[in-house]
């Protein structure tokens, strides 16, 4: 059987102010090129289809519309809440989905059977996936141990409920005549980030070790951290990764989608397939004279710029980078030497004389700055 597997499109998402609606258009257009092009009997969709838990209607027109799409190739389609997502309300889409031919579970519920689902492709090979939605560890983990245990064993207990949890959808991974499958929304230990996930979900506590996968399942389709990798584990374990760059922190990520071709009998075949339709994301510096002389790329831009703070100098930066959807002084020039005696020296002086100080240490000389300061830290003391 042939698989597509994709996650994290994150559709809704706003970088910097900039929507990026007509970007995840043309990207989850390319995913559905890429499925009429491979047909593949499976696509699976591991997590995170919007950017926030409350998208909007436009947001859920797309995504419904994907899907709906990728069904259309004669593809099964399977799809999982991530941390981004609402899951009750993805599963308040169930009654849709199910009338479309689509699987679609938005979080964990009571009866473990609704998270093993059973199919057979076009040419008869048998397949069983297990669909496991993200779970956080306030969820797996109750309230009581989280007060008794220490937070390194709250770790491991969230993992050791995570590996128990898919140990009961996986035991009946045992049929040597059917591909054993398992999607999951969660960070694996040794996996590397892609520069966008939300730290407070990729930390180590919500990391779990790969051998909570059996060696049984053939392959274990995961969403969650947005650069396209294989982890080592006792079956094949892989993040397809985001299919366009979320923030400027996967500048250097190729997003993509994976392809699966596997049987019962022979182990997984994977190839990404890029998926380049979206804006690229870069990061140029320089001085506003070197700025000036640069070649601008076809992409949005963040822009370390070599200047003293001083009023206007967005504008003409946004003026020479049209694309420029982040400014900022370069750190390297804000690390100037001496600044620790500085901060030895701030005890017991005013605001207004703080940010003077500040000013001066910038070399900043516009008065007008000095003056709105004092207007503002006026009003907000009386």
Sequence with gaps: MKILHTSDWHVGKVLKG????????????????????????????????????????????????????????????????????????????????????????????????????????????????????????????????????????????????????????????????????????????????????RDAHTVLGYAVPATVFPATAHYVALGHLHRAQRVAGPCPVRYSGSPLAVDFGEQENIPSVTIVEVTASTAARVREVPVTAASALRTVRGTLAQLAEIEAPDAWLRVFVREQPRAGLREEIQELLPRALEIRIDPELLAAPGSGARIAQRSGRSPRELFADYLDSRGHADEGVRELFDELFEEVEH
């Design 18 to 197: 900039q929507s990026r609606a007509d970007e995840h258009k043309a990207v989850l257009a390319g995913v559905i090129e890429i499925a009429r092009a491979e047909q593949p009997d499976l696509v699976i969709v591991a997590g995170d289809l919007y950017d926030t838990a409350a998208p909007s209607s436009e947001a859920t027109r797309l995504v419904t519309r994907a899907l709906t799409a990728l069904r259309r190739t004669g593809a099964d389609v399977v799809a999982i809440g991530g941390n981004h997502d609402n899951g009750p309300a993805l599963d308040a889409l169930r009654p849709w989905a199910d009338a479309a031919g689509i699987t679609l579970r938005g979080g964990v519920r009571e009866n473990p059977d609704e998270h093993v689902i059973d199919g057979t492709t076009v040419g008869g090979e048998r397949w069983r996936l297990a669909a496991l939605p993200f779970l956080s560890q306030r969820y797996a983990v109750r309230a009581l141990e989280m007060y008794e245990l220490t937070a390194a064993e709250t770790n491991q207990t969230y993992a050791d409920h995570l590996g128990r949890v898919l140990g009961r959808l996986t035991e009946g991974f045992t049929e040597p005549d059917r591909v054993h499958l398992v999607t999951a929304h969660l960070t694996v230990t040794g996996a590397a980030t892609g520069g966008g996930e």
